[in-house]
């Protein structure tokens, strides 16, 4: 059981809630807790043998407890302030507050233009153009269609919910020749969604602090060795030793970063990054099914987070600095240096991607930058690995991706006090299934929502 706030990483998978905790005035339940059994694993060591890291089920998930008042402890009534016996909004309430920025939003998350939604509610591109700038206000059957051609409700259209992304946020995205600006839209508006989701959330139940240093660092800054201190930063404040970490995901929920999964229309789109006005966010590719680089994603994305909070988006150096910062969280040079082989050893490069959960890619770039492969050796290997499909695929057997558990766990403890999914989407004034998308343990991999957390 978690004994004091500050244990890390402790306990295992099995969430319930504890008794209620009582204050000294009325005996009233004031919150619930949650309580993890089993012990705290231990950090794996770099000089330990060359062993797979813990399995992602070995790994505790992150804290997460029920604000103050939450549940009744004898009838089991929602004292959480989430409720769902009101009537959603109507579209003349959308009309009379209609805010033109979620209209934007809900035609970026249906990957429409603005003539393609002009024409499914039989309006003009310029009328659409006018909604979402504020130049001009629908009515409420134009509201009405615009929920039904976007597949939203009305409430959608309202304000949006306080504490979600501030004004001009930026996206990281990892490339912007690869994938089209319309998809870039779509992913960055799913984005803004899981933030107000994150801040909602947060009314209601507490989640781990923030802790995640700063190290700013300009695009232009060629200083190789920058991202490597920032990332030995990350390591010494998240307690995480010199050895393999072996969830790369929780360690970063543990320290309050929120990671979800991007919707299966973003599959195009590779794992991004969010810093939001509460919770910076790492949103995953829904299709990459690789454990490693999975890992790496996450990893690189934290290095977006640290060290570019105002930096540019999508620039080559940006994405060299991130990918230094990764490599030396993931690998870090002094402890992986005298493993790493001279040559292309397969099987010693396979048995160091079980350690240190890389792939046998970013292994072998890692023994080119720290000099122990020489750059024809690499080339050598890389071209070796294309042959026989590894690029694609690599040998061995199939690790399935870390799972995200900060956001499912809330949304379980919320039910376990009697708060039901739509009555949490309807604060959010987003559509359940969309909720359950943003919330999600896996990838969503049909336009079928997941079951519940």
Known sequence: MIAHSGDRLSGSRELHLARPRFNRGGGKPWHWRVELDGPAPAAVPADASPAAPAAADDVADARVRLRGGTADARGGR??????????????????????????????????????ALAERIGRSATAV???????ARPSPATVARLALALD??????????AGGLPAGAQAHFRSLRSTSQSARDQAFAFGVVAAEVVAVLERHVELPPLDLPAAPLAVDDEDPAAPVVAARAVRAAWGLGDGPIPHVLRAAEHDGVVVAYLPPQSASVD?????????????LNPAKHDHHRQRFDVAHELGHLVLHADAEPGTRRAEEQANRFAAELLMPADAIRGELPSRADWRALAELRERWGASMAALLYRARTLGVLRETAYRNATRAMAARGWRRREPGP????????LLPRAVALLAEAGVPLAALAEQCHVPERLLA?????????????????
């Open 129 to 135: 153009a006018g909604y979402e700038s504020g130049g």
């Open 437 to 453: 998308v943003v919330t999600a343990p896996t990838p969503t991999t049909s336009a079928e929502p997941p079951a519940p957390p």
């Open 398 to 405: 199939a690790r399935p991706p870390e799972q995200p558990s």
């Open 271 to 283: 794992a991004y990054s969010l810093g939001s006005a509460g919770r910076p966010l790492v949103l």
């Open 152 to 161: 939203v409700g009305p409430a959608f259209f309202l304000p949006a919910p």
């Open 78 to 115: 929602d004292r959480s302030g989430v409720t769902g016996d009101a009537a959603p909004p109507s579209a003349a309430t959308a009309a009379a507050l209609f805010d033109g920025r979620r209209l934007t939003v809900a035609r970026h998350l249906a990957g429409l233009r603005k003539n």
